[in-house]
């Protein structure tokens, strides 16, 4: 009798095993409840019946921008820089936490080039790297120049300098004007 029950159970496992594997590898098998599995969604690549160019991939909306981008519209032109520094305010307070951080920021962004004290003299122009001379951040002109300015020419570079708008968010180019302002240029806090 027992000897029956053991054989009954290896047949039944070996029924089991045998019907349980499929030759098709890409055959996901049988589920119960498939709905978690089997996406109702599009795929990403797939055609979409319910466009007219049966493009699954839409272009966002126009006008659409990326969370957290502030557009900036003004263009690497001289007249604009000097509109950017009459109309382009730093909304923010400034904190010497912030000016802390520009200088962070100056070291990470524009010590190679304009140097520690923003004289011009950074590694990359003295070492011969760079063929072009960058300013001197620290002159009784620039002293003067509002930040808006400052803020126009990180955003969209200034004659060979290039654009740093794309690496640099908004917050953190005032800070680093403002470390400039205050740490290189001896300006007072926001003044
Ligand atoms: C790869 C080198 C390089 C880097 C990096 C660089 N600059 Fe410049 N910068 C220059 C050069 C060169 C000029 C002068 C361009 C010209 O006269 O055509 C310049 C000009 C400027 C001016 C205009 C000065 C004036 O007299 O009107 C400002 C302001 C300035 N840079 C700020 C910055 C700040 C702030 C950073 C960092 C976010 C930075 N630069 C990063 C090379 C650089």
Redesign the pocket.
């Known amino acids: 009798m027992r000897k029956k029950t053991y054989i009954s159970v290896f047949v039944l496992l070996l029924a089991g095993i045998m019907t349980s594997c499929d030759k098709d590898n890409n055959h996901p098998g049988y589920s119960y409840f498939p709905d978690m599995q089997v996406s109702r969604a599009y795929e990403a690549y797939s055609s979409n019946p319910n466009f007219a160019d049966g493009k699954i991939l839409r272009l966002p909306a126009e006008g659409t921008i990326p969370r957290e981008m502030i557009p900036y519209e003004f263009e690497k032109t001289p007249e604009n820089r000097i509109w950017a520094g009459q109309n382009v305010i730093n909304m923010v307070e400034m904190t010497s936490e912030d000016v802390e951080r520009g200088k962070e920021?100056?070291t990470i962004?524009?010590i190679?080039?304009?140097g520690e004290k923003g004289d011009g003299k950074?590694f990359?122009?003295t070492s011969g790297k760079?063929p072009?001379?960058?300013?001197n951040?620290t002159?009784d002109?620039?002293k003067k120049?509002p930040r808006g300015?400052?803020f126009h020419?990180?955003t969209v570079g200034?004659?060979?300098?290039?654009a740093?708008g794309p690496q640099?968010k908004p917050e953190d180019?005032w800070k680093?004007?403002e470390y400039?302002k205050v740490e290189l240029q001896g300006n007072a806090i926001g003044q």
């Not at 072009?132 to 300013?135: E, G, R, S, T, V």
């Open positions: 920021l100056f962004f524009c190679n080039c304009h950074g990359l122009y760079y072009f001379a960058p300013k951040l002159t002109i620039l120049t300015e400052f020419v990180i200034f004659g060979v300098m290039g740093h640099i180019r680093i004007i400039i």
